[in-house]
């Protein structure tokens, strides 16, 4: 349990982080707001006006204390910033070996597809003591993936793949706000996040009825594997371990083949040409919807070497 | 029959030189606003199927609304020129001799300054309690879990609240009222440098007002996609987002001709011997204003012209749908909004560095400082936009340097608060209503000053963006700030603006419950945000509620708080004290002439030898004020 009253439980590897620069933050705004007040109030009373005719001292200010002033609070606002900017660097990046999960957003529901074809609607289930990231696409509007308990948010859009990863530190049970107005409906568009013991995720997730089947299956039956075969020898690139993997595209640009990669690649073939291969791959836009598209993705990075 | 007709033309003849009466700036406005007019209805009727609302009742309602209003100015115009050509007198027009005196110049085009300050504060204040009511009606949704409106009534409650605060409170008070009453009073000169172009700037507010209002009539509502208007959100929100679109722009326009009006008059017409670092801190203010609203809210103009053009021409600009961008919505609105916050509160900062040497008897502490502060508040303003961005889907890394720039931005801020102590100590302090709402503002704007640095530190923010936290801090600055503010205003300037005193204990008393329904509202919703409750959610989970009651018990307190405002002063016209023309024993210009002043502000140009605030003097030349007491 969190140890800031008014504050959630902290429930992932973030949440004490955060919470401590939080608590920073706010023993300088009780400091600075009782300082400000017990100023004015002893002013207030100790300079209150006595005879008419009385004239307080006209000073019009003081160079060296103005100076001082601004210093102690560059300082500090120096310290806030560099201690939020290196926890943010060390946040942002989610470790080597994460769970992946893939959400959809819609109005006004999240749903999630799993990598053994688990899918679940509104809860998320993730194992305790794992690092998990989600990516997340939206088929309307911007909403966002909101866990107060965990200490993370994320904008998830239409039309291109956000991230967003925490590591759950307590089994339990878990708000999930959407956290970006999304029109009517919005403050209804919530859920949980159920944190198990890692065996009673893996019996949970065998419930499943194998999507990244259905991954290969769509893989087959959209004509992609006719083009991308595993050999190598087809007119498409193999797609085999790309995954994560850093791609040399026409012109020597290299890309990292992460999921906006794959994504664009499927819809809009000609935005990254790679190195060695003809443009000649058709469009699939239109004809997958986001959901086959997560198949799509989940299937190929479970493509190995 | 020949000789009336010949009659008549020599009757068009002999009026043609009266035309100017009519005003070219009044009849260019007209045609204007029919053109607006006519203009939205063409626009709804146009709006292609499959956008949202694209609804025959509604366009044709909506259609019809504009027709009739368009048509109502036409007959008036159309009825004035019948009686200017035949040479009745035009009922509608006051006289020269009512523009001066008579309470009617207060409906018509005037170009006097202080007529225009006037318009803008009974305008604006209406719309505070508009805007106020629709803050109640969220407040009551919001009291108990569950719902009692439905969602999209609910949804539009907050966008018509925050709209209207903003748009149609906040910034025409501070900057038009009050900047244009006090102004060219402070500088010491008779008028604005483009008087015409301040009528403009006024009467473009009433049709922009009326404009956004009309979608309480549209079939689906007024706008509800939240002030931000984020898209593809507000793509959906057929003709109420248009109408939204559409009075933000004509609402947007008026800032940008006034704002150049204040830079001009500020460089050009400044009295003898008021140089740059003898103008009140109130006039750097508006300046540095003048150069936000020039600069930034061109910006607002383009974004909203691309929404509009998006939903009604199918355009798709922001449509992710059709391969735009909702993100640079994101940016364009926010790289206007973010130096907008700063035009809400520094003309704030600004009442408050007028109030409080005043009631010190001290010079400002630090007045160069304080100038320094502003201006630079005023750039890097325009350098924080995407500090409200961190959770969007924005370059990641690009949130450090807007971090760090927003780290920034938080000391000069601070280093007002600390010139407003410096004034305080030692000082000869009298504590009247304007006085203790600006030391209201002080102490409460530390609060939301700092937890904007919360909020500009990307880990933090992670977690509070969109909850109540946010909400928090916006009215900790924004009441508790400019609007504190602006109480403040009213009781400093309302002497001169009316000539008459207004109550002191009635003004104790609407501080105390204003300032205490203030901190009930407000302060527990730090915790509900930090506690994890989003934002503009119309039903929350029951672990909300015993907060969410306190802050709508506090939110009707400080809405009742308010009334006892309007009571004072409809009082004060009554039976208020004769306000003298310097009650307040203040020193800046427009303290020298009369509560209200006369037309052209001061019997004789201003020779100014003194600085704003120089509370010591005993002996001074003739032009200065008499002997400093008090
Ligand atoms: C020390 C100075 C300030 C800092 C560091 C600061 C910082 C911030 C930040 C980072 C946000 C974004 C929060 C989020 O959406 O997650 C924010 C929101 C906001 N701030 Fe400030 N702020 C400061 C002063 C002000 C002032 C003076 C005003 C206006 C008078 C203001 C008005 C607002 C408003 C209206 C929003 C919310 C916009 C929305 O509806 O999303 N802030 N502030
Ligand atoms: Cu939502
Ligand atoms: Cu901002």
Redesign the pocket.
Known sequence: MGGIPFFPEQASTHAGRIDLLFLFLLVLTIFFTALVAVGIVYFAVRYRRRHADEIPPQTTGNTRIEVGGMVGLLGLSMVAFFWGAWLFVDLQQPPANTLEIYVIAKKWMWKYEYADGQQSINDLYVPVGQPVKLTMTSQDVIHSYFVPAFRVKQDVLPGRYTTLWFEATETGTYHLFCAEYCGTNHSRMVGSVIVMEPAEYEQWLAGGSGASADGEELFTSLGCASCHQTSGQGPGPSLVGVFGETVTLQGGETIEADATYIRTSILDPTAHVVEGFEPIMPTYEGQVTEEQLLRLLNYIQSLEQ | MVGHIVTFVQHLQAHARQLPRLGRAGSAFLLALLLVMVGTGQALAQAPEGTANANPTLTTMLGITMGVLGVGLLTAVLISFVVWATGTRNPLIPTDEEMEHSFRRYFWFSVDHKVIGIQYFWTSLFFFFIGGLMALLVRWELAQPGLTFTPDQYNQFFTMH?TIM?FLFIIPMLVGAFGNYAVPLMVGTFDMAFPKLNALSYWLVPPGALIIMAGFLAESGTAKA???SYPPVALQGGAGQMLWLLGVFVLGWSSIVGGMNFLVTIMNMRTKGVHYFRLPLFVWAIATTAVLAVLGTPSLAAAVTLQFMNIAFGFPFFDAAKGGNPLMWQHVFWFY?HPA??I??LP?FGIVSEIIPVFSRKPLFGYRALVYATAGIGVLSFL?WA??M??SAMFPWLRIPFMLT??L??VP?GIKIFNWLGTLAFGKIRLETPMLFSLALVSM?VI???S??F??SVPV?LH???TYF?VA??HY??FG??AFAIFGGIYYWFPKMFGRMLNESLGKIHFWLSFIGFNVAFLPMHAVGALGMPRRYADYDIAFTELNLTISIGAFLLGFAQLILIYNMLRAFQVGKVAPANPWNARTLEWLTTSPPPHYNFEEPLTVDHDPYDYGRRISSPEALPVPGD
């Open positions: 925050a903003i939240g002030w931000t909004s916050v700063y809400m509160i704030a924080v500090h409200h961190f959770a927003t780290m931005i938080a801020t704007f939301g000053g700092i904007g640095v909020l500009g923010d509070l963006h969109d946010v801090h916006i600055v924004l700030g400019s």
